[in-house]
T-cell receptor, first 114, second 116 residues
Framework: AQKVTQAQTEISVVEKEDVTLDCVYE???????LFWYKQPPSGELVFLIR??????QNEISGRYSWNFQKSTSSFNFTITASQVVDSAVYFC???????????FGTGTRLLVSP | DTGVSQNPRHKITKRGQNVTFRCDPI?????LYWYRQTLGQGPEFLTY????????KSRLLSDRFSAERPKGSFSTLEIQRTEQGDSAMYLC??????????????FGPGTRLLVL
C-alpha cells in the first residue's frame, strides 16, 4: 500500500534561515512518482516539483532544493534563506505507476517570521 | 492559459440538502480528478475521469456522492442528503496523459463546503 509520512507538523523559523521539510514514503512499486505541493492560506495547491523513481539526481530551483534518496525512501525539501512569503502548508505526495491518484502526507505548516 | 477553476468557492448548506460543485479543467487536459481535504489533513482522492469516462472511485465516495463529466470537459460533483461530516474543501485537479507516465496534476482553488 502507498503511504506518505510528514512527521513535522509545524516548523517556525525566522526569515533568512534555511529549513528542511522531511518526507518519507512507502510503496511496493519500483516505478513511482513523487511530488511537492505548496498550499498558501488561500487554499490552492501549487505544484512545486515532480520526480520519478528512476531519477535520483537532486534538484535545485532558486532557493528551493530537493534531496531524493531511494535507500531511505525519502524526498526532502529544503528552502534556503527563507522568506515570509514561504509561509504555507507543504505537502509531499506519491503516485504509483499505473495508478493515477495522488496519496498525500498530512503536510508540514511552515511559519516564517520577519 | 487559464488554470483550473471551481465554482462556487464557498457553500454553506443545511444538513439533508443536496449540493453540486463544478470544475473546469485546463483546456487541453483530458484527465480530471476530485479530492477532499479536511482540516489539518492532506487531500484524499475521491475519483477521476479520463475524458468522459469515470475510471476509478475511492471507497470514500459513498452512494450519496456522484460525479459526472458528460462531454469530457467540465465536471460536476454532487452530494445528496448532506451530512455534517461532508464539511470539507473539495479540490479538483487536471492533467494530460503521456503514455503510461503520471503527468503532473494541477489543482483549482477548491470549494469549501460547510454543512450546518
Amino acid at each position: 500500500a502507498q503511504k506518505v509520512t510528514q512527521a513535522q507538523t509545524e516548523i517556525s523559523v525566522v526569515e533568512k534561515e534555511d529549513v528542511t521539510l522531511d518526507c518519507v514514503y512507502e510503496t511496493r512499486d519500483t516505478t513511482y512518482y513523487l511530488f511537492w505541493y505548496k498550499q498558501p492560506p488561500s487554499g490552492e495547491l501549487v505544484f512545486l516539483i515532480r520526480r520519478n523513481s528512476f531519477d535520483e539526481q537532486n534538484e535545485i530551483s532558486g532557493r528551493y532544493s530537493w534531496n531524493f534518496q531511494k535507500s531511505t525512501s525519502s524526498f526532502n525539501f529544503t528552502i534556503t534563506a527563507s522568506q515570509v512569503v514561504d509561509s504555507a502548508v507543504y505537502f509531499c505526495a506519491l503516485s504509483e505507476s499505473g495508478f493515477q491518484k495522488l496519496v498525500f502526507g498530512t503536510g508540514t505548516r511552515l511559519l516564517v517570521s520577519p | 492559459d487559464t488554470g483550473v477553476s471551481q465554482n462556487p468557492r464557498h457553500k454553506i448548506t443545511k444538513r439533508g440538502q443536496n449540493v453540486t460543485f463544478r470544475c473546469d479543467p485546463i483546456s487541453e487536459h483530458n484527465r480530471l480528478y476530485w479530492y477532499r481535504q479536511t482540516l489539518g489533513q492532506g487531500p484524499e482522492f475521491l475519483t477521476y475521469f479520463q475524458n468522459e469516462a469515470q475510471l476509478e472511485k475511492s471507497r470514500l465516495l459513498s452512494d450519496r456522492f456522484s460525479a459526472e463529466r458528460p462531454k469530457g470537459s467540465f465536471s460536476t460533483l454532487e452530494i445528496q442528503r448532506t451530512e455534517q461530516g461532508d464539511s470539507a474543501m473539495y479540490l479538483c485537479a487536471s492533467s494530460t496523459t503521456s503514455g503510461g507516465v503520471q503527468e503532473t496534476q494541477y489543482f483549482g482553488p477548491g470549494t469549501r463546503l460547510l454543512v450546518l
